[in-house]
């Protein structure tokens, strides 16, 4: 089992920056990669920006690149996901995601964050 902790998230205006931070625990060694989702009322839940957990490969939805940038900790165990030129569309509830590795495997969800960019 895999535990995730979410924080930031909250109220920003248009053009506004905020950072997210995702610490995760328990079986980590089998934890493949980690990142971000996000699902806006009425619509499904879409990648944001994943990293593989060894070699910090990266990945990001078309619509956040150039925007956002996710980072890991020296320790491996910790994501963030820094949010430049927020626009209203990018008001969801943001999910940490840590993927195991492996034929079956497995997704473990945080708890989800609201972030709200309006003025």
């Known amino acids: 089992q895999v535990q995730l902790v979410e924080s930031g998230g909250g109220l920003v205006q248009p053009g506004g920056s905020l950072r997210l931070s995702c610490a995760a625990s328990?079986?980590?060694?089998?934890?493949?990669?980690m990142g971000w989702y996000r699902q806006a009322p009425g619509n499904q839940r879409e990648l944001v920006a994943l990293?593989?957990?060894?070699?910090?490969?990266?990945t990001y939805g078309d619509s956040v690149k150039g925007r956002f940038t996710i980072s890991r900790d020296n320790d491996l165990m910790t994501v963030h996901l820094q949010m430049n030129s927020l626009r209203p569309e990018d008001t969801a509830v943001y999910y940490c995601?840590?993927?195991?590795?492996?034929?079956?495997?497995?997704?473990?969800w945080g708890q989800g964050t609201q972030v709200t960019v309006s003025s």
């Open positions: 328990g079986n980590i060694l089998s934890v493949a990669s």
């Open positions: 990293t593989t957990r060894l070699s910090g490969v990266t």
């Open positions: 995601n840590a993927k195991s590795r492996g034929p079956g495997s497995i997704d473990y």
